[in-house]
């Protein structure tokens, strides 16, 4: 045994003098520019960040505000809000210069605008570089929150990594929030008043995302911090930029454009019977079924709770209303419900209406 | 051969040391690349063991919080099913849980128990084979080392993660970790894991001074967030599997110091306490804790503030220069407190008060009381009580509190210029009607200028959309603080008339607003008007001044439920509550020290039902050492007292600061 092993000690130090050796060429590599450092990034990306003045500055709206140069003729990516309404936009850029800018156009959807400021070479983010990042990769938010930099100073820098990408379900103030596509969830405190329309960009200098309005999570009632990922927003603005897209109305949001609540379908429709909705969240628990309707013959009891509709979960009979309500005849239907500490499916398509009519 | 062996694995180990030191703070773009593929690896490690925590049904709010109804998150603890996560998930008292893991799968999930003192709930599914994670051993957190939070809240597939450091060990009296990574309800739940994916703790919210579930929740995403060592949250869920819910040790000791940094003398043994039964005395200095030295309040507080009622702990004390040692059983629940009682009023110290009062004058001696035995009347000037010079009522208070009942003391008092001293022998609160209070005097307003409003008012409540109205007497000088009476109206009546007409003398007499938050209306009132409720008061505190030591919430038929759940808020404080015709069993209340409480229960003789409610009622508090008074009177034919009993409850209003 001993014998087997008594170059032991010799094979540990040729190991540990390969394994050094393997050690400092790697940072030998490391110190190489094949990448950009941290300050690198944030030395090349600061430049493409301005910081927007305009209305507000009354009623706890902010008259600052954040943007992104995207193109080295002076346009600028920022978010469609009270600061664009009225009165002169002024831009002003890392070097300290002061423009006054156009606006070019808006989408409110994306809650994008577009403005133009009139110079040339000026540095910027190119929007065909952006990229979705993945979760823990490590951001620098960029953006004039709470205008902490004053004349030429360049914006303020914060730190953080990629909590999550969902899609936002958020609301500002009690109304929810139109852009509900892609979000890029940070664990830096980056939405901040100004912030908005501030720059997210990895620390290997990817750009990824605008930093979007301070809003609240609607289920979860927390402050996010998120930025809307640039290339979801790329087309709009290429679209504006070109002049292709139709520039929307600035400070008048079509309250129109709310969805109409549909109630297409109730659960007594069908002969479900839930228990009295009698707080805002009541369950979704069966009391009976109606004999000789069309659930009569589902395998429901009194007291299941009804806790999926196609695998969406449902809180309260609110929300199985609304779902019920857009449903359509000949939909499929697949209620997971819960009895006793079992799941269990029910399946079915959605009926005519009219046999509603049919029933006692 | 095994020295070389060490030598050169511990200078391998000193060179990785040395760069792995370096990297913490390094720019360079390979150690930042790798640390952020360790960040990712950590959270791979231990996600297929972070569950999705789904609630259906509650109430939106819990406390004074809103609370969005969200998934929150927790840990698999054991491959059968176990699943820990945040109580604060359950502050809402949700109707079903449902755990959904991050292949999809969705399992009903039952309560299995609570643990009150680290904020965890233990969760069963039906399932076994679940992975399980590695637990980084509590000795081995130290403040500077990466901590990754988890949660799986804002989708179910993947995970979402915060990353800092541990900003301290030790915290919030040993029971928990500090971190600087963003901590909020989108973590709460979630484990805190090391760069190698080990789990550090469990993420909840904590508050130094507030142990309610919620507590902790307003400085979310702030910097400071706290997480369960994992090696409590194990040793808790092994005690939760037994399926009964863990609270807080309790020991039953005052301290004379006022601060943590003051030495622990013991000033106050609870009566039929574990200190007591261990053989602690009012003198004792504690030098000592389960093994570990202290020295002041915080220490001993570092020591017991971890241990669970039924826990023993052994106490090291100094008396009179000789040590002991103790041994004493922690209870989950003291026995309640009885609030020793002089039976005296105050005169109330007003704006013209003399400043160089020789000691406390008596407004009036509450019949049966220890101070009526003693012969005390009202118009003596209180000097000296049990050896405390009383020139302050608020001095008297804490003398008399600080006993206990069947305490015998002297008490030195003026009466037509002559110093008198006699014993007392203090007796449980009482909460009598006394027959005579002189009506509160002071100097007329006159034509003083911006006096607020007084009379009827309204006003509608910014950010509600709903009002409140009040009375307020006209006479007072702007200075004047108010007591107050809360009146919450029946649902679909808000009976403003009948109480104006029977209040308006007695608020006018003794100096008291009464308010009235309106409910939505028809609607009755529910837990998600607490806020609301409260936040009236609040209003009301911004235009007037309030006496805190004389406020009553009236209640009614119907609206005791949400009354008593009202009480239950830190944030608004009376001592005393009217309930009028009330037929709704009470729930078990128990006195503490640190709230004063009394009930006056007022039943129509008519109505043999809520006579029978009352008697109930009062049974119920006085097991729980709670000071009632049961009124059975004629009532006017629209179901409210005479306006002769609303004299006297305006009495007990006015003398609810008794000592």
Request: with cysteine; hydrophobic share 40%; proline share 6%.
């Amino acid at each position: 045994m001993s014998g087997r092993f008594k170059h032991v000690p010799l094979l540990l130090i040729v190991a540990s003098c390969l394994l050094s050796l393997v050690w400092s060429s790697t940072c030998a590599i490391a110190q190489e520019p094949v990448e950009e450092s941290r300050i690198d990034v944030y030395e090349k990306s600061l430049p493409t960040v301005v910081k927007i003045f305009g209305s507000g500055g009354l009623a706890r709206l902010e008259g600052y505000g954040s943007g992104i140069l995207i193109s080295k003729e002076g346009h600028i990516l920022t978010v469609w809000s009270h600061l664009l309404d009225r009165g002169v936009v002024t831009v002003v850029l890392n070097d300290g210069r002061r423009f006054e800018a156009k606006r070019l156009g808006a989408e409110p959807s994306l809650d994008l605008a577009i403005l133009k400021i009139e110079a040339e070479d000026l540095p910027f983010v190119d929007l065909t570089k952006a990229k979705l990042p993945a979760i823990g990769t490590r951001v620098i938010g960029l953006s004039n929150m709470f205008k902490v930099a004053n004349g030429d100073e360049p914006v303020s820098a914060i730190h953080g990594v990629v909590a999550a990408v969902t899609p936002l379900q958020a609301r500002r103030g009690s109304f929810d929030f139109s852009y509900q596509g892609a979000a890029i969830i940070v664990d830096a405190i980056t939405n901040n008043p100004g912030a908005a329309g501030g720059l997210l960009v990895t620390t290997d200098g990817t750009p990824i995302g605008m930093i979007g309005k301070e809003l609240k999570d609607k289920r979860i009632n927390v402050w996010i911090n998120y930025a809307i990922p640039l290339n979801e927003l790329a087309g709009a603005a290429e679209e504006i930029i070109t002049g292709k897209f139709k520039p929307a109305d600035y400070g008048k949001k079509n309250p129109d454009d709310e969805s109409v609540t549909l109630r297409n379908y109730v659960p007594s429709d069908l002969g479900i019977i839930l228990v009295p909705d009698v707080v805002r969240r009541t369950p979704c628990y069966v009391d009976h079924l109606r004999k000789e309707s069309f659930a009569a013959g589902f395998d429901l009891k009194p007291d299941d709770l009804i806790l999926f509709v196609n695998q969406q979960l449902v809180q309260s009979q609110q929300e199985l209303k609304d779902l019920f309500g857009a449903m359509n005849a000949g939909d499929p239907v697949e209620l997971t419900v819960r009895r006793g500490n079992r799941l269990h499916v029910v399946k079915f398509n959605m009926p005519l209406k009219n046999r509603q009519d049919e029933m006692p | 051969m095994s020295r070389v062996v060490v030598l050169i694995l511990s200078v391998v180990w000193m060179l990785i040391g040395t760069a792995s030191t370096v990297s913490a703070q390094s720019n360079d773009p390979a150690v930042v690349a790798a640390e952020q593929r360790a960040f990712r690896q950590a959270v791979a490690v231990v996600e297929p063991s972070v569950v999705q925590v789904q609630t259906v049904g509650g109430t939106d709010r819990a406390g004074e919080i809103f609370i969005g109804g969200g998934p929150s998150t927790g840990l698999v603890v054991d491959p059968e099913g176990y699943i820990v996560t945040s109580a604060f998930g359950f502050a809402t008292k949700p109707s079903s849980v449902l755990v959904r893991l991050g292949d999809g799968r969705s399992f009903p999930a039952e309560v299995i128990a609570t643990d009150h003192l680290r904020k965890l709930t233990l969760l069963k599914i039906d399932v076994t084979g679940l992975p399980t994670v590695e637990v980084s051993p509590r000795e081995e957190l130290k403040a500077g080392q990466w901590s990754i939070a988890i949660g799986r809240t804002y989708q179910v597939e993947v995970p979402n993660v915060s990353v800092g450091i541990i900003s301290a060990v030790d915290r919030v009296w040993g029971k928990a970790i500090q971190t600087d990574a963003k901590i909020s309800p989108v973590n709460y739940g979630g484990p805190m894991v090391d760069i190698d994916g080990r789990v550090q703790g469990l993420l909840v919210p904590m508050h130094v001074e507030d142990e309610q579930v919620t507590a902790g929740v307003e400085i979310y995403d702030s910097g400071i967030g706290f997480a369960v060592p994992m090696d409590d949250v194990i040793a808790s869920v092994e005690r939760l599997k037994a399926g009964k819910d863990l609270r807080q040790g309790m020991m039953g000791v005052q301290f004379k110091a006022q601060g943590f940094q003051g030495r622990p003398y013991v000033s106050l043994v609870r009566q039929g306490s574990p200190a007591e039964t261990a053989g602690l005395a009012s003198g004792d200095l504690i030098t000592g804790a389960n093994g570990q030295a202290v020295a002041n309040v915080a220490d001993f507080k570092q020591v017991v503030g971890r241990l669970y009622g039924g826990d023993p702990l052994k106490i090291k004390i100094d008396r009179d220069g000789k040590s002991l040692d103790l041994d004493c059983l922690l209870v989950e629940e003291l026995a309640p407190y009885q609030r020793p009682f002089l039976g005296i009023v105050p005169q109330r110290e007003l704006a013209d008060t003399p400043k160089d009062q020789p000691g406390t004058v008596i407004r009036a001696v509450i019949a049966g009381s220890p101070a009526d035995k003693a012969g005390l009347k009202a118009n003596d000037v209180l000097l000296k009580v049990a050896g405390t010079e009383t020139t302050k009522s608020a001095f008297l208070a804490t003398a008399v509190t600080s006993k206990r009942v069947g305490d015998e003391f002297e008490v030195r008092f003026l009466r037509d210029g002559k110093e008198q001293t006699v014993p007392v022998t203090l007796s449980a609160e009482s909460a009598a009607i006394p027959e005579k209070l002189p009506a509160v005097v002071v100097g007329d307003a006159g034509d003083e200028e911006d006096r607020p409003k007084a009379g009827v008012i309204r006003k509608e409540l910014p950010g509600y959309g709903r009002s409140y109205w009040a009375y307020v007497p006209e006479q007072f000088p702007k200075d004047f603080r108010y007591g107050v009476v809360m009146w919450l109206h029946p649902p679909g009546m808000t009976m403003q008339e009948e109480l104006l007409a029977s209040w308006t003398s007695v608020c006018n007499q003794r100096g008291l607003i009464l308010i009235a938050p309106l409910a939505e209306e028809n609607a009755p009132w529910t837990a998600d008007d607490l806020v609301f409720v409260g936040d009236c008061l609040g209003d009301l505190e911004k235009t007037y001044r309030i006496n805190e030591s004389n406020m009553a919430l009236h209640l009614h038929e119907k609206t005791t439920s949400v009354g008593l759940e009202l009480l239950a808020l830190k944030s608004v404080m009376f001592q005393g509550v009217i309930l009028v015709d009330n037929t709704t069993a009470l729930p078990a209340l128990k006195s503490t020290p640190e709230r004063e409480l009394m009930f006056l229960l007022v039943s129509p003789k008519a109505d043999a039902v809520s006579v029978r409610f009352d008697e109930e009622s009062a049974r119920k508090l006085r097991e729980g050492k709670i000071p009632v008074e049961v009124l059975v009177e004629d009532f006017e034919s629209e179901g409210y007292p005479k306006q002769e009993s609303v004299d006297a409850i305006g009495r007990w209003v006015d003398s609810l600061d008794r000592i």
